[in-house]
């Protein structure tokens, strides 16, 4: 697993301890709390694991266990722009395999991964509910139907460009002002 | 119930109805045009967000008051995003418009709300009978249906109570409260309703063994842990008609005498969760749930727990296992949850479709719904056809209809002149059909005759380009997945069946492959705890029944005949119609992989391909100059010119 927290996250993981005391001590609430924990981290890290276990006074072994099991929860922290590729049966038969393959080759990572300037990630999931537009990508949180390889590049030069231009008006702004 | 109570309940109802009559009217009457539109997922997905947006600033821009009413979803999902215009004083009925994108939505604002033409271009239909535009009801699509389920969706706006309730809503709740439970589960084993979750166990037997159960705390849960992929009517109805389901689970809890229930919905369905939560609490305002629900003697607490994504805990023990705060393994049963459930409480758990289902038959009759469907299964049953065919969506037919009807007059067929193959049927428990079974009527016991199974209701319709033998190895590698780990045949079983259709699909197959895979996964079946390594070998075994010569292809030919699999084929370019200086394949390839030849014309590096086949897509239909073979030795050899260099 991941290793040291950034402020942020630091400052997240404290706002979430805080929180826990609103949860009863049961363990049925396990879920529900590891579920909160993701949305205010966007992943699990082994420090948060702790402080549930602590909290709920069960190993952390077992809370480990618990979230592995589900695929709802992350062990590495996503990118800024996560890409997941629906892998549906709908998806799959018009060539979704083919769509994920593009993005691992084109940002170097397989799925699960996060690229190491923390810039992409890719997913698999298994059916985002828009069969009738297979295949499709989710990136950031737009969908994106009828996908196609070219169309991969075409969406990943999109990120760079607007993330030049974003870059340059900075410039521009700092040397302005 | 006594009398007086009865006329209390009444009285309570009648004011909540008079409000939402009340609104309805308004709405109706206001004189100004209506837009309505569908802001599902799958509409959200095409871009309903972007067409409302669109339609807000065009009002805004030519000055035109009208009114915007987001509903749900048709299940019309290759015409999303769909959006309905009632503009009275144009003389037009209310028109159906299908693929609205921001652009359109502008132009109809523009066109049709400002200045009357409804530009019959665009028109899809109309959703009255009328002399100038086709009625949708006269289309296969729309009148071939029976909505019992989703009769509402796409009408009302889920996120609205009082929309529910002008429309009938609530009103069989109020019927139901003044029935005693025992008339209620009468009424409905009368009705023959089997479970829509896919075993098809009669409801009215569940819940009469859960109110007989000597407990007195029970628990109801509402299962819409959709987790087949490819299958998501459950979800469309929690984000188009919530209420119908709270409604049922309402009446459910009512005659099994449970006061607490929990909708389990996957976290995956973050808009189902939203709306879900909201429909609680307001019906939870207008004292239709909590404590005395309109002044009855009958309380009811309905919780929604976010399921964390996991196929197992679609049955019922996992489930409850994962409700309590463990990984989601099934157990040994008996005791059936409905003995011992979630905390050991009699539970009754139905799917999301069995209690849609309940609002209905209370309120026509348990006889009027014997009339729809077959002797041994009342009823509708919703399919979310998918795959290789032109309208696919979401459709609700009586069961005992054909898949020749279903697949070729409701949905239209397979697009592109391609031949019907095979439909998968119920997901990765289900199995594969071929031609054969169009002609099957279906229903539970049908299909499970046919070695598929109704399942979720997910269907998958593939043509001549899908393999088989690639399919089976796609669902095995999500059982595989899936599978909790808890039996070892389940566990162990699946991953060589996968690490076996593995090798078939590389071109490695041996002689005596398919016997294993047979031996294996009638193992796997015998071996297995629950329903997900019961059916897991599903696939596998209907796809070798029905499609032995395409695993054999693979074995001793090293070919794949639909083309499909990607170690198995090469592609290349046919030179005689190759056009001299056209450079899309080579733009397009991801790899580079594409050449120019002494000639100005294309070939195919073979060591840098990858087989996407984007090449093909993109070659123009004129000159359709890409092929692909199997097996990749017959690829004809086409010389690669030395490299140039670059500084030239």
Known sequence: MNDELTPEEKEA???????????????????PILQMVQEKLSYLPTQAIKVVSEHLEIFESEVYGVATFYNQFRFHPPGKHPIKVCLGTACHVRGGGIILENFERKLGIHYGQTTPDREFSIEKVACVGCCALAPVAIIDETVHGHMAPSKVEGLLMRIEIEKEMEERARIKDESCG | MNPAGNEKIDQRFNAIYKEAEKRRNEFRDAPVPKIHIGMATCGIASGALETKKAFEEALDEYNIEARIHTVGCLGHCYAEPVVVIDHPDSGFPPIFYHEVNAGKAKMLTKLFLKEGDPRFEHVYGAMEENDLIP??????????????????????DPEDIYDYIAAGGYSTLVKALKLSPDEII???????????????????????????????????????????????????????NPHQVIEGMAICAYAVGAKKAIIYVRAEYPLAVTIVTKAIRQARELGLLGESVLGSSFDLEIDVFRGSGAFVCGEETALIRSIEGYRGMPRHRPPYPVQKGLWNKPTVINNVKTLASVPPILDHGADWYREIGTQNTPGTAIFSVVGNVVHAGLVEIPMGVSLRTLIFDICGGIPNNKKFKAVQIGGPSGGCLNEDFLDTPIDFDSLTEAGAMMGSGGMVVMDEDTCMVEVSRYFLDFTQNESCGKCTFCRIGTYHLLKILERLTRGEGEDGDIELLETLSKDIKA?????????????????????REEYEAHIYEKRCPALMCRPMIAFYFDLDLCARGCDACATACPVEAVFTTSNRKKGVDQELCVKCGECMVVCPPEYDAVRKVSPPHLVPHIEKPPEKKKED
């Open chain 2, 527 to 547: 071996g297995s705890l629950c329903g997900l390594g019961k059916t897991a070998p599903n696939p596998v075994l209907t796809s070798i029944k029905y499609f």
């Open chain 1, 13 to 31: 993981l404290k706002d979430v301890a805080s929180k826990l005391g609103s949860f009863e001590k049961q363990r049925g609430n396990l879920i």
């Open chain 2, 135 to 156: 009625w949708v009801m006269e289309f296969a699509r729309f009148n071939r249906e029976k909505r019992v389920v989703m009769e509402k969706c796409g009408y009302i």
């Open chain 2, 186 to 240: 009468k009424e409905v084993q009368n009705s023959g309703l089997r479970g829509r979750g896919g075993a098809g166990f009669p409801t009215g037997r569940k819940w009469e063994l859960a109110k007989n159960t000597g407990e007195q705390e029970k628990i109801v849960i509402c299962n819409a842990d959709e987790g087949d992929p490819g299958a998501y009517m459950d979800r469309t109805i929690l984000e188009s």
